[in-house]
């Protein structure tokens, strides 16, 4: 890896460390040349503390360690992409990051989606929406739901209209979001099922 570490006179290259299961940004730091030889051969991340004039290991005083996965140079080969595994929260407030998020798979969209459901579930019938009234119906009534929808999922699927077929597809995986969620699970415990499967 060709690093170019002299476009900055401190010799310095930015790190964005990025959870490598969740892509969650978990932070910024610096590394020199000696940073990221060390990071490299212990595997853990190690940055150029430039508050204390020196290596710095993250993790060495908290136990909060970012376990190194994997290390990518941008095109101006002057900024490290760092994929890690960390163990406890990044940030040395306690939070999950520097930026005060919570470390969770994303899903983009998808996850906005669940986060829309979970909170009309919790606002119930104040919140006079489809979600709080079928929930109020109970679980066998979401899964009926489910088991409809699947059906015409099927149907239009063996018919050329591409739009319906489409249509019904959304239905069905905004149900089925909800069926996991009166179960009392989320989309990433059914990615975990499929991780795990993984050979």
Known sequence: ???????????????????ATTNTVLMLGYMNAEALKKTIETKLVTFFSRTKQRLWTKGEESGNVLNLVDIKLDCDSDSLLIKVNPKGPTCHKGTDTCWNETNEASYGFISKLENTITSRIKAGESEKSYVASLFAKGINKVAQKVGEEAVEVVIEAKDNNDELFLEESADLLFHYLMLLQAKGYKLNDVVDVLKSREK
């Open 1 to 19: 890896m060709n690093v170019d570490f002299n476009k900055n006179p401190d010799g310095l290259v930015p790190a964005i460390i990025q959870d």
